[in-house]
Every structure is written in C-alpha cells, then in structure tokens.
C-alpha cells in the first residue's frame, strides 16, 4: 500500500535524504482520491504531496490565463527536478491542459472551494496571503512561512469580518537561494509577478478594488513590490498594498522589541521569531532538540540581518556564506507564550492596515470625484 506524506512537514534534511525516485506532487486544489493517484503512478512504496495552489485555473475562486498558470507551476516542478527529483507532477481536474504534458496527472472532479467571493463583499478588503515552501533549519518544516502568513491573515479577517475577506494562503513564493539546501522550491521571480499581476486582474474586473497582498516569506517582498507598481498603473482606481513581511511597522516592532530575548542578529530565518510562532501555532512540527543558534551574519553598518532588516544596502549573497543549517538567529530562545504574543501583536498591525487601505480607497475616490487637480 502506498504511504503519501506531507513534504512540507518535511525538514530540509529529511528532504536530503529521499529517494530522487520518490514520486512527489502538486495538486491544484484539494480533495483529490489519492487511491486513485497511487494507481496512476504504478502503486509506488510512497508518494510526497506538496500543498495545493489554492486558485488560478478555470472554475476556481480566482481565474488567470492558463499561460501564466503553467509558467508558475512549470517553475515549482522545475525547482524539485534540480533537486534532482525524477518523477514530478501536477496533480490537476480533468478538461484542463495547461501544457505540461507527461507532468501533468488528471482527475475527473472539481476540486472543493472552501471561501467564494461574492459581489457583497467588494466594499472589503480582499486579503492575499503568500507564503513558501523553503528550509527552516533542522529544526522547523518547510512549511514555516505558510503556516504563519495562513495564521496572521485568517486571524486579521476573522478580526474585522466587516472590513476584510481572506483568500486561500498560496504555498509558493520565490527563492533565490533554492540550491542552497535541500526542499526548497522557487516559483520565479517574473512567473511569480505575472501571476500575481493576473490575480489583481481578475479581481479587480470582478468589483474588488482593495486589495492588501500579505506575505510570510522575505523573498517574495521584492516582486510582490513590483506587482503594486505596476497594478497600480493598471488599476488606478483601485488601491493595492502590500507590507514588509509582518511586525514590521511601528506597532509591529514595538511589539517585538517588548518581549525578544536575543540581540540584533537573533530574528531572521527560522529564529527566535519563526519558531515561537511555530511553538504556539503547530508544536507536532518543532524539534527544539535540533536547534542550531546562528549569529554569525558577516554584519557592517549598512548590511545586517534581523527580522526588520537594517541598513541602507540591499545584496543577496549566498546563504551558505552565513549559515552552515539555514537558520539565521536565535531559536533557542523561541517559546509559545511569546509566539501567541507576537501572533496576536500581527494581526492587530495587518488590522491597523486594513482600516488604512479602506481610508486610502475612500479619500482618493472622494478626491476624483470632486474634480480635484
């Protein structure tokens, strides 16, 4: 009988060591019958499933043009075939195709939508989180960033209902360091803006002309920047946002700085930050016995690392160049007490934005109707 497991709840060294024969998948949507998908694959000993694209086909909550879809997933699966994974595939509904040939599996079922737009919901603020699938260090999942951008934007939505509605969390962002180690997948940086361009299109011809893009993971900030500024030529009756990370504001910080045990260096990458998080949200996934602190950042006045990261330089070296387990900081120091503190510190920061994007919207639109000039 075939074993499917979570490759997301893997660590980067138990990705290390699988067999690169071992079939891994990445569904569109959930639900599939993975009976059904043993049997397509010749019943192989396991299968690694990958979290669902949450949307971006024809019939799921948010419809983009098939090219750009395909462009995005052919990335993922390229990113797990340069880890040297032989046998990778999408997992998608029957009728569509998307042009990935021999790498694409189909079943014949729509996939379940858990959240629907609605046109009610267009005076709110369509939250859109994007986290990644990438190492955390030996003692976290890769599914870190998932995990809390998913935590921090249902928690702001369930927090105003009347103000913000959530999308499904997207699992994929961009990682240039993807080679660094093991189990870390890159949707691209170009593949990725496209896709969010196309996801900011669809919605706002739609009616929903606020929009707060979220992310859980730094190497997405960069593109999902770009993907503002160019939505905001297209759509400039619309006001589109998105932020550092989380608990990077004023509010944010403050928060951080009121309850961190480490110094400056101490919150990164699978740090004292990540991983209190993690300890409140999904303590199954956190093995505190395989913590490695890693301070050591080649840090000038200009260039350092920490969860705000300071100085007036921005350079991507390579990870390996500054830590030997791909963490960056303190997660020794990491507790759950301070991961619900910090969790509910976010939420009440992406709640202030919210209120924020809503005045944004509401002055402009009063501003162009008054014939401002």
């Known amino acids: 009988m075939t074993k499917i497991f979570s490759y997301d709840e893997l660590t980067w060294p138990e990705v290390a060591v699988l067999r690169r024969d071992v079939p891994l998948v990445i569904p569109l949507g959930s639900g599939y019958d993975l009976g059904l998908l043993a049997e397509s694959l010749g019943d192989p ?5 990958l979290p669902p694209i949450p949307y971006g086909w024809r019939g799921s909550l948010v419809e983009i043009p098939e090219s750009v879809l395909t462009g995005f997933i052919a990335n993922l699966l390229e990113s797990l075939r340069e880890g040297g994974f032989t046998r990778v595939y999408a997992l998608i509904p029957q009728g569509l195709e998307l042009g990935l040939g021999a790498q694409a599996i189909r079943q014949a079922f729509i996939p379940p939508m858990s959240v629907w737009l609605t046109d009610e919901q267009r005076d709110k603020v369509v939250l859109v989180p994007v ?13 870190v960033d998932t995990v809390c951008i998913e935590a921090v934007a249902q928690g702001t939505a369930t927090a105003v209902p009347d103000q913000a509605v959530c999308l499904p969390v997207m699992p994929y962002g961009v990682s240039m360091h993807y080679r660094a180690f093991a189990g870390t997948l890159n949707a ?4 990725f803006e496209d896709f969010y361009l196309a996801v900011v299109d669809a919605l706002v011809s739609r009616g929903f002309e606020r929009l707060y893009l979220l992310s859980g993971h730094g190497g997405n900030t960069s593109f999902l920047v770009n993907v503002v500024k160019y939505a905001g030529e297209r759509h400039p009756h619309a006001f589109i946002a998105t932020a550092f990370l989380y608990l990077s504001g004023a509010q944010g910080v403050a928060a951080l700085e009121k309850h961190r045990l480490s110094k400056i260096g101490g919150m990164g990458h699978a740090c004292e930050l990540e991983t209190s998080l993690m300890l409140y949200l999904r303590p199954d996934l956190v093995d505190m016995s395989k913590v490695v602190d890693e301070t050591d950042f080649i840090a000038t006045p200009n260039y350092y690392m920490d969860w705000v990261e300071g100085g007036a330089l921005v350079a991507n070296p390579p990870w390996e160049d500054d830590t030997r387990t791909g963490a960056y900081g303190s997660g020794s ?15 009440a920061e992406k709640v202030s934005h919210v209120a924020e994007i809503h005045e944004q919207y509401m002055r402009r639109k009063a501003r162009r109707q008054s014939g401002w000039k």
Do not use: C, V, Y
């Not at 000993?45 to 499933?49: E, S």
């Not at 986290?131 to 599914?143: I, K, M, R, Y």
């Not at 691209?188 to 593949?191: I, M, T, V």
């Open 45 to 49: 000993p396991q299968i690694g499933l």
């Open 131 to 143: 986290g990644h699938t990438e190492q955390h260090a030996l003692h976290l999942p890769l599914n």
């Open 188 to 191: 691209g940086g170009r593949a």
């Open 333 to 347: 120091l990491a507790t759950a007490e301070h991961g619900k503190i910090w969790l509910e510190a976010a939420i």
